[in-house]
């Protein structure tokens, strides 16, 4: 596979609710959705397995994202991965690497238009050291308490892909 080609895609339908500050699932003309609310830093989390084509490169996260009512301002927005792997870490306790971010990302000046952001990450460190082939899990949170839209932001899809 290429560099750029997609490694895995997550909906609002498969997501699993942070342990603390949780985005809420919602609707939105038929379309699912998580809302991450613009005063407390919300969260999602999916797990899954790195596919074996995966090449050992950065990630790149592409967060596709409309606004329940805002057509003005930014949102940011943090990924973080944890290396679940075999015997990589106790499923007891959370291991998510440093988050990194997406800031001032314009939000759509029509309501219900989309965004896409993009957060890099480079292989290592910055991505727990995911191997091919092993388990992880990525969690996404609205960093609202540096953003400045109002009301909430709608992920629609989360696309990771490799760098």
């Not at 759509?108 to 091919?132: K, W």
């Amino acid at each position: 596979m290429a560099s750029g080609d997609t490694l895995d895609r997550f909906s609002p339908r498969t997501f699993e609710p942070a342990a603390s500050n949780p985005a809420t699932p919602a609707g939105r003309n038929a379309h699912p959705v998580l809302e991450f609310d613009d005063t407390a830093g919300e969260s999602a989390v999916w797990t899954s397995i790195m596919p074996r084509h995966y090449r050992g490169g950065g990630l790149t996260v592409r967060v596709h994202f409309a606004m329940k009512t805002a057509v003005e301002g930014t949102v940011d927005w943090d990924v973080c991965f944890e290396r679940i792997g075999e015997g990589q870490q106790d499923i007891d306790e959370d291991g998510f690497a440093a988050a990194q971010s997406a800031d001032d990302n314009t939000v759509p000046a029509t309501c219900g238009h989309v965004a896409v952001a993009e957060i890099t990450l480079s292989d290592g460190a910055q991505i727990d050291g995911i191997l091919a082939g092993e388990l992880f899990r990525m969690k996404l949170t609205r960093d609202a308490a540096s953003d400045d839209a109002a009301g909430d932001a709608q992920v629609l899809a989360v696309e990771v892909r490799e760098s």
